[in-house]
């Protein structure tokens, strides 16, 4: 009888063990705060990317299916995989609202292949476009 | 003996099970087992013409990996980029890719016939597959794939300027999803990447 129960314990811790590996198999809730980019100029660097001088030229980029991303405060680079709950499309461009603004939002982190995707569930604050940066340089692509 | 057994057996299959637990439902398992699986499953059936004007439906390409990207042969901006990206990668694999099927699966039936397709995609590689199709068929497939596109507006050249999704799936060998890639990823990571995914 006492042979049962320590084999039906280890069997148990075991599995236990098992489940919890399943279990880290889920994304990691995060809440990340930085300006919404476009990714393609940002990271092929062809023109100034950020700001209110980017900000004509992310719409379009967006509008052209061309994922868009978060460059946050904490460095990284985030790329949007969804916004909200959309689920009939992968990189909606659904995102030309919150063009080039400051945001806080809320989502779920998936790190594959070193590109850190995010699925934004809830925009906790949007503070507008607040890197002014068109004076110094120009609207791009198309100059002043 | 027999309490050896006893020990053995039960932990064999809690072990088994705890396996089986921690794998289930997840494509890229081999890979990414310890990872959350991205949550899109893009993929499904399609039958639809190639640049050769052969019918192709996705079990021809079975036993190869699939890299597709949704595009269309006059967009001015995003598909030139994504799959001139996949072409480099491709060729950064070398012999590595040979069992790699690189396809691009039109958006724009009305302009990409397959007379059209045919110099388009040599243009780019001289292995990728261009894609068309009916209007219905190339839905259905951009359906299955999770990819929204729309016309619009005109180019003053009269061409179509269409919003769509631009990302790249690497599909495995029995048509599963594996991954995706952004079209601006650099090619020697997007290679470098795929060549996780092969054997």
Known sequence: MRTIAVTAVAAAMLFSLGQGAAQAATPERVQVTGEVIDSWCYLTEIMYPEGSAHHLCAIWCAAGGIPVGIKGDDGKVYTVLKLGADTTSVASPGVLEIQSRQVKVDGDLYVRDGINYLTIGKIVSDQGIVNLTHDEYGIQPFGE | MRRVFTWLVPI???????????????????????????????????????????????????????????????????????????????????????????????????????????????????????????????????????????????????????????????????????????????PDEMAAAIRKYLG
């Open chain 2, 12 to 186: 064999l299959a809690a072990a088994a099970l705890s396996l089986m637990a921690a794998t289930a439902g997840a494509h890229d398992k081999k890979l990414h087992a310890a990872a959350a699986p991205l949550p899109i499953d893009p993929g499904g059936p399609f039958a639809l013409i190639d640049h050769r004007g052969k019918a192709v439906t996705d079990r021809d390409f079975r036993g190869r990996h699939m890299l597709i990207f949704f595009g269309y042969a006059t967009c001015p901006g995003i598909c030139p980029t994504g799959l001139r990206g996949m072409a480099a990668a491709l060729d950064a694999l070398g012999p590595d890719g040979d069992g790699i099927a690189p396809i691009l699966v039109t958006i724009d039936p009305e302009r990409d016939t397959v007379e059209n397709l045919a110099p388009a995609v040599a243009k780019v590689h001289p292995r990728l597959i261009g894609l068309t199709g009916s209007f219905d068929q190339l839905n259905a497939a951009a359906k299955a794939y999770k990819v929204s596109a729309k016309l619009v507006g005109w180019t003053l050249q009269k061409q179509p300027i269409v919003e769509h999704g631009s990302y790249i799936y690497l599909m495995g060998p029995e048509g599963d999803f594996l991954t995706i890639f952004p079209p601006i990823m650099d």
